[in-house]
């Protein structure tokens, strides 16, 4: 990707370690957005109007100097007030993180809902500051001056024009999304309808926690893209694989972030509601990380949001990038994380390398069939089949008979059958 232009960055002067944790998160922000930092400065927040101090603002004016084209990113979320307050302090382009992960979700996204479900929640950030733009424009600095005399209900007051353009805008892409959405439903449908007895997972977790990566290794492929940068999944595709006999379906999410803006959750959440509704959710976790704080801070981001959307499903931790620990480092993060989440399944794999235990733990999640099977009296056959399958109801009469289920038909059916044979029992199978 083309570097996108020079930029001071601003930071908060970090006072815990969380301040420290976010600081460093903006910056490999700033990296994956192509934005090159020529100088980092950390400030002190301590004004409510302009965020900074007015001495620390004349010293950042003296760093932009005459650039005109300068761009200073603001590792924090400003208000609308505050951004346009700060620009016109500044006189020059102010990006803060909102903005900054907009840019790069508008960068990434490539099906067409992704887009417009950007458009919609850039159009939630801009309105507000291109109102404030428009309204100091107008000399009239503040909403209440909006209904004065001269502009009441004639139509030509611009602020009216430009709320209206906004409404009408907003109207349209949420139009668009509702069709989009409603396609997305009856594809489900269809794929439900022909595939009822398959497996459906989403794969969710923090950014580069190695989501795409898994992706392509359990459907051996590369159609995934992967990188280092953050958030470089954006579009929830949908792709399946076949493990033995059962097919599965699986989903790429969107990777979280510490602070993501609830609003772009909330641009997103009919295509998380739709992946998180699958049988089994699995969180990636990059155990490669520096620290085990930091694991569990990145973890906690994930469970909350997800929770926020479905906090029913079957959950799977998968340990991902052990490749890159010591067999010591393993141990300590497993045990962190099964004292942490007990009632969760956890298993440790490298997406990169070796992913078997993964879908030996998968397995456990195949569907049940249900088949009623009648057999000439036997006890032996009988104990045989409840130890085999879970037996669901019993009949006793001239023959018996019962209703079980099993994971693995192909292969269970084939080995009761057989069992019945060795054992000269007479046997008539049908599905439940
Ligand atoms: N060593 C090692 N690196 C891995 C492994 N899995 C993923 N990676 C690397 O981690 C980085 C991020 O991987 P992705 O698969 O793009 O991560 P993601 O979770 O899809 O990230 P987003 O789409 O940004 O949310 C890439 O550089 C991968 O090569 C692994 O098991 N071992
Ligand atoms: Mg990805």
């Given at each position: 990707m083309e570097p996108r232009g020079e930029c001071i960055l601003i930071l908060p002067y970090p006072n815990t370690k969380n301040d420290l944790f976010l600081n460093n998160e903006m910056r490999l922000l700033v990296k994956s957005s192509n934005y090159k930092i020529m100088e980092e400065v950390q400030l002190r927040i301590n004004n409510p109007k302009y965020l900074?101090?007015?001495?620390?603002?004349?010293?950042?004016k003296y760093r932009i100097g005459e650039q005109v084209d300068s761009i200073i990113i603001v590792g924090v979320h400003l208000s609308a007030k505050q951004h346009i307050n700060l620009e016109e302090k500044l006189e020059c382009l102010i990006i803060d993180k909102f903005e900054l992960v907009l840019e790069i979700f508008a960068l990434r996204a490539m099906m067409e809902e992704a887009k417009i479900q950007i458009q919609l929640a850039q159009l939630k950030y801009e309105s507000p500051r291109q109102r404030l733009r428009l309204m100091n424009r107008l000399s009239i600095g503040g909403a209440?001056?909006?209904?004065?005399?001269g502009f009441r209900g004639t139509g030509e007051n611009p602020l009216h024009e430009f709320d209206a353009g906004t409404k009408k805008r907003e109207a349209h892409l949420k139009g668009k999304l509702a069709t989009l959405k409603q396609q997305r439903v009856e594809r489900r449908l269809n794929r439900k309808r022909y595939h009822h007895d398959s497996l459906y997972m989403s794969i969710v977790g923090y950014t580069s926690a190695g989501k795409s990566t898994l992706l392509n290794a359990l459907t051996k492929t590369n159609e995934a893209s992967v990188?280092?940068?953050?958030?470089?999944?954006?579009?929830?595709?949908?792709?399946?694989f076949v493990l033995d006999d059962l097919k599965i379906f699986v989903t790429d999410t969107v990777g979280f972030i510490e602070d993501l803006p609830t609003f772009l959750i909330?641009?997103?959440?009919?295509?998380?509601?739709?992946?998180?509704?699958?049988?089994i959710i699995l969180i990636v976790i990059d155990a490669s990380e520096?620290?085990?704080?930091?694991?569990?801070?990145?973890l906690n981001v994930t469970i909350n949001t997800i929770n926020e959307i479905n906090p029913q499903?079957?959950?799977?931790?998968?340990?991902?990038?052990?490749?890159?620990l010591t067999e010591n480092e393993l141990e300590t993060r497993e045990n962190l994380l099964k004292k942490h989440f007990p009632e969760y399944e956890i298993v440790c794999i490298s997406a990169k390398e070796r992913i078997e235990p993964l879908t030996r733990v998968i397995e456990k999640f195949r569907p049940k069939k249900s088949y009623l099977i009648k057999y000439t009296p036997s006890f032996i056959f009988r104990s045989f089949c409840h130890e085999f399958a879970t037996v669901e109801k019993e009949v006793f009469g001239d023959h018996w008979s019962m209703i079980f289920s099993i994971r693995k038909p192909t292969y269970g059916l084939d080995f009761i059958k057989r069992k019945a044979e060795a054992l000269q029992v007479s046997i008539e199978i049908e599905a439940a």
């Open positions: 900074f101090s007015p001495s620390q603002l004349v010293d950042l209440w001056h909006t209904e004065r005399a990188s280092s940068r953050l958030f470089e999944t954006l579009d929830t595709r949908i792709r399946s909330d641009s997103f959440r009919s295509t998380l509601e739709e992946s998180l509704a699958a049988d520096s620290s085990l704080d930091l694991i569990l801070q990145k499903n079957n959950r799977v931790l998968v340990i991902n990038k052990i490749d890159l």
